[in-house]
């Protein structure tokens, strides 16, 4: 198979990431002034338990299924059979899923509470499952995602404004989410006649799909514990207005971590099909600049939402959701975090077949945030679970990078860390003038951002810094061709 463009699949994925930023940002400051914190934090309630019945019928097959596609996708025969095999234990495991679900559902009183919310929520099993998501990515079918996807956030978007107008329309909220989110995946299964022969095979080896399977369906358990267990855990510990509190911090930081882990998602199909050629020189040159993308655009974004965060929750979710600054702010590093573990955990780790180590890292960051759960949500609510949520994914990166330390030794040494340093110092000081300003939520943002992110921009072009430099001259070379075909067309 013809590899496809990777500035093409990047365009593509920053485009579908974008999608996912501003699909929020248009419905989340309505939603959330109409169905108010305890409307959001049922909707964010039930997501985060069903998604723990979703991850036991993925069972690890979304990142795994990637990695055994790509490494076979020039092969039909071998492709056709490891799809068909995989597809076998997503349809057991989906089975089994629903079965414990709906005896969940009429058992557990805050659940039998809200049964048609948790039903509709309950689809984002089914549709993950026959989705094949992974598939389409270890075939760098990025313009196909981008395309299908926003379609159906537009549709969902359309329904948000026309139907949610009370704050006893929660469940539907719940269902234009799980719209938005899953239902495209029909169409992902109506396609997937185009790239598998969906005839039974005579002959299945499901056998030696099951360790690796298993591997990162641990490693899914684990992130699962400390990204939505903090929900989970204040729902019950709590009430509903603190789960939506912390919903309204947690919902811009996972904007901004689509945001981030752009790249990465991208190149992990690259990656592994490197590793399988024995590629090695191309398989580091894309790690180190991974690396540096993400902290280059991550640490700046950190930043800028601490210092700003109280502007950024009223901007999005209004006054009545001031309990959710401080969990922002305390939440706001683990872009950095989630950034840097992503390429260390996804783009090198996995690729090279040491998944084992990330699942490790994971357990550590499970562990952690459970225990600091425990002590801190009965005493500090919201900002307890943001506190448990920071220290889980410095114990991840920590370990990752621990067992990277000879593969990174060199990547990190071309990291210009004192210019990105001075460029952060020089942005902040830049902007932290306009919160003296009273000119609303968001202008305050508007001009903060402009100024914060242009002095920030500027200072590492001055400074020479390699990667914004290039990208730079991409941008003034694409320019410069455009006037000249221009000219040439007069």
């Not at 499970?366 to 448990?388: E, R, T, W």
């Amino acid at each position: 198979m013809k590899a496809k463009s990777l500035k093409l699949n990047f365009i593509m994925n920053a485009i579908l990431t974008m999608s996912s930023f501003i699909f929020p940002l248009i419905t989340w400051p309505y939603v959330s002034r109409v169905l108010m914190p305890e409307g959001t934090g049922k909707v964010s309630f039930a997501t985060s338990v069903v998604s723990y019945f979703s991850m036991f019928a993925q069972l690890g097959i979304p990142t795994y299924g990637i990695r055994a596609c790509a490494r076979v996708r020039d092969d039909k025969e071998k492709l056709n059979k490891v799809v068909h095999e995989l597809l076998r234990i997503n349809c057991i495991t989906t089975i089994i899923s629903y079965t414990v679900f709906i005896c969940v559902f009429f058992i557990v009183p805050s659940i039998a509470c809200e049964k048609p919310l948790f039903l509709i929520v309950s689809a984002t099993i089914l549709f993950n499952a026959i989705g094949v998501e992974w598939l389409y990515k270890a075939l760098e079918q990025y313009s196909y995602i981008t395309i299908r996807s926003i379609i159906f956030k537009f549709i969902a978007l359309v329904g948000m404004f026309g139907l949610v107008h009370s704050k006893e329309d929660y469940v539907i909220y719940g269902f234009l989410t799980i719209f938005a989110a899953s239902a495209s995946n029909i169409l992902n299964f109506i396609n997937l006649h185009r790239y598998v022969n969906l005839n039974l095979l005579e002959r299945y080896d499901i056998k030696v799909h099951l360790k690796p399977v298993l591997v990162f369906f641990s490693m899914s358990v684990a992130t699962n514990i400390y990204t939505h267990l903090d929900t989970v855990m204040l729902g019950f510990m709590t009430s509903n207005i603190d789960v939506g509190y912390y919903n309204a911090a947690v919902k811009i930081k996972v904007i901004l971590v689509s945001i981030v882990t752009s790249l990465g998602t991208v190149l992990l199909p690259r990656a592994s099909s490197y590793v399988e050629q024995g590629k090695q020189d191309e398989f580091i040159r894309i790690t180190e600049k991974a690396l540096n993308f993400e902290l280059i655009f991550a640490a700046p974004l950190s930043l800028y939402f601490i210092l700003f965060a109280k502007n950024g929750i009223y901007f999005l979710s209004g006054n009545m959701y001031s309990g959710a600054v401080v969990p922002m702010q305390i939440i706001m590093p683990t872009l950095l975090l989630i950034g840097i573990s992503n390429i260390t955990g996804i783009q090198i780790l996995v690729p090279m077949g040491k998944e084992k180590i990330v699942l490790y890292s994971e357990i550590a960051g499970a562990c952690v945030d459970l225990v600091l759960n425990i002590i801190l949500i009965p005493k500090f609510a919201s900002s307890g679970a943001a506190f448990g949520t920071l220290a889980a994914e410095l114990a991840v990166l920590m370990i990752q990078m621990i067992a990277l330390r000879k593969f990174l030794s060199e990547s990190i040494k071309k990291i210009n860390f004192s210019k990105i340093l001075i460029a952060l110092i020089l942005g902040a000081l830049g902007s932290i003038w306009v919160k003296m300003l009273s000119i609303g939520s968001f202008f305050t943002l508007f001009i903060s951002a402009l100024c914060f992110f242009g002095v920030y921009g500027t200072i590492l072009l001055v400074l020479k810094e390699p990667l914004i430099n290039e990208m730079f001259g991409h941008v003034l070379g694409l320019i410069k061709r455009k006037k000249f075909n221009d000219t040439k067309e007069r």
